[in-house]
């Protein structure tokens, strides 16, 4: 794979595994192989943000993390004159994603990352998953949490890829990017 300009990874993963240490790695390998990759992922959000003139957290909250429903959607357009539609967000941020497939030697570090570029050629698509254990173990001793905080930590988290997931497909059958 790292041998074709047009070449791409997307990394997806479970709450507890971390994408991007396995991309710094894979970039850091490419690179002694002579080859130029390079990672993305919460430079997506970024540059979207920038893009939908919005804050990072504003579109991260109203986007992905509340799950509203048309009536908010018309209450949030009335109060904001910098109000962007799901449809917009999704659409600047898919551009984005895609764009950087698109220029090869990239590595992506994103949930919707998969199924946002699975009509592109030359990727390969990684999900990282692990047993709940090991995945408890690993945010304890990162975050210093409890294993009770550890545990209701990865099961929102796992709540809002999944989302992310579903509001990015085109396709009702999401099995293969779970």
């Not at 507890?16 to 396995?22: F, L, R």
């Not at 967000?89 to 898919?94: A, G, L, S």
């Not at 550890?150 to 579903?166: G, H, P, Q, V, Y």
């Amino acid at each position: 794979i790292y041998k074709n300009n047009g070449s791409f990874l997307t990394v997806a993963r479970e709450t507890g595994c971390s994408g991007t240490e396995i991309a710094f790695e894979l970039v850091s390998t490419f690179r002694k192989m002579g080859r130029q990759w390079r990672f993305i992922n919460r430079e997506i959000l970024d540059k979207a943000a920038e893009k939908l003139q919005l804050g990072r957290s504003k579109l991260e909250h109203d986007f992905i993390l509340a799950k509203g429903n048309i009536m908010d959607d018309i209450v949030k357009s009335l109060s904001s004159r910098y109000y962007k539609n799901d449809q917009k967000v999704k659409e600047t941020v898919c551009n984005i994603i895609q764009s950087e497939a698109r220029q090869g030697q990239t590595i992506i570090v994103s949930s919707a990352g998969a199924v946002t570029t699975s009509g592109i050629p030359g990727g390969l698509h990684i999900k990282l998953v692990a047993p709940m254990d090991w995945r408890v173990m690993t945010l304890t001793n990162s975050l210093k949490l409890s294993e009770k905080a550890a545990t209701d930590f990865i099961m929102k988290n796992d709540k809002k890829r999944k989302f992310i997931l579903e509001q990015f497909s085109v396709t009702q059958n999401l099995e293969p990017y779970y």
